[in-house]
């Protein structure tokens, strides 16, 4: 049987495909991948490459904000504190202080570039959200931030930078020689297969919440970045940590949209079937508390009222404030018959954010030499084992300048000398099974979500680690044409990755909740776990 861990998942001969040549690639649009294309230095040739529109990312769907210090009341020590505080003990401290002193400086160029945040008199209105002790999150529009940091930096990029952008163009694959990172194999449906040989390569590629059933991810976000990194050799860190959102709008045959944590911020209060507050017998912060202790609460909830939500009750804002403040909520719920200003909204977890990702170190260099990564597809030690609110869109911003400025840096230093290197992937004999590739993914969402979700126990994610290590066998070792087959290969392998590393870490911290292992244990697991290519597992299904 041909090996389900090809290297590379497609056939490709240097001499029947195109060759570009870059400077520095950036590959995926978001607010990481366009802020390193700011920090690139001018007088490079960069590449900004996204498998979708730019304006379709996770970025321009985050509703919330960014969190900085600003306010005169605030400090740098209380951002850094409620940070490590969200983080369970598994934070890097340096880089928390690292990044929530350059906040304020990111939050001020944003205006600069002509971002429109909301103001109250003439200044920043700071809102509050779960885990904060302070008001410090700015926002945009009500609840659409997201979307217009990502218009400011679009306009800037295109109109500003001159930068060259290729959308609708799917990464494969990063191409590798002698244990280098040299560029990617991508491909669209204008052109087909093309090398991009660089001297250093940024990726940016966001989450893989689409591998759960339930999650407030656009459709683009399938581990893609997670995957190809992994295949190239470079070490992932923290898999099992899955963030899950604890307020997602909860209507059969709709999508998962996502309620903000400024609704709760704000005075919006959760209540169960029967029309009680419960999260004051959870946390003494109630609707504030963190989002791993919201989640854990209404899955609790959900369990113990055998009812398939709970409720967010948005009374107590007051009608005015409920539009003003959250005009895009209002908007998703009208389609579905629900009045926000007086009725309850039915909420429940989803997958929101990949804590876990591509090792990177303060600059965003990875293991893997002349691969940089910044965003949602890293692990920078910032989040530890539970994000703490509005702290994305900001580690997007530091990350991703500072991922630009060192990639620039090395390629500078490179010489201009480009030649293509004789990398040369042969062809498998095709199947002449064909696959259903909906059915697959589709089985995999509800897999995950049932065996890697709000609640882990050994049992179920030992069953989900043998199912997929089935699927490994008749998905991994085919070549697929296009994107659908390459995202089910991505979120296969990174699956698997995921649950893998749920069942090494046996305790409970931050999002993993482990219900055979209760508990927080410092004494054996306040470490962060690596995994690599070529570890044990991989030999499963082979």
Known sequence: MPNSNSRYLVAFHPKHIPHHYVDVLIIGGGIAGLRATMATDPRLSTLVVTKDRLQESSSTYAQGGIAGVLAPDDRFEDHISDTLVAG????????????VRE??????????????????????????????????????????????????MIQRARNELGAQIWQDTFTIDLLTHEDECCGALVWNKHHGKTFVWAKQTILC??????VYRESTNPLVATGDGHAIAYRAGAELWDMEFMQFHPTVLYIAGSGRTLITEAVRGEGALLVDSDGKR???????????????????????RMRSTQHPCVYLDLTPLGTDRVRERFPGIANSCTEFGIDITRDRVPVRPGAHYMIG????????????????????VTSSGLHGANRLASNSLLEGLVYGAHAGEAASAAALEQPDTFQAIPLENPPLEPHGEPLDLQDIRNSLKSLMWRAAGVRRTGGPLREASQIIDQWKRYVLNR??????????QNMVTIARVMIEAALLREESRGVHMRSDFPHQDDTHWQQRCPISRGSAFESAGQ
């Open 103 to 152: 906040a304020p400086a990111h939050i001020r160029q944003l205006i600069q570039w002509g971002t429109n945040f909301d103001y109250e008199e003439g200044e920043l209105l700071l809102g509050r959200e779960g885990g904060h002790s302070r008001n410090r999150i700015v926002h945009a529009l009500g609840d659409a931030t997201g979307m217009e940091i990502m218009r400011a």
């Open 278 to 300: 419960f999260m004051p017998e959870y946390d003494e912060r109630a609707e504030l508390a963190p989002r791993d202790i919201v989640s854990q609460a209404i899955v609790d």
């Open 88 to 99: 369970a003990e598994l934070c890097d401290p340096e880089v928390v202080e690292m990044v």
């Open 205 to 210: 590629t966001g989450g893989a919440g689409q």
């Open 479 to 488: 070549q697929f044409s296009d994107p659908d087959g390459w995202e089910l």
């Open 357 to 376: 990702g591509v090792r990177v170190d303060s600059q965003g260099q990875t293991s893997l030499p002349r691969l940089w990564a910044a965003g949602e």
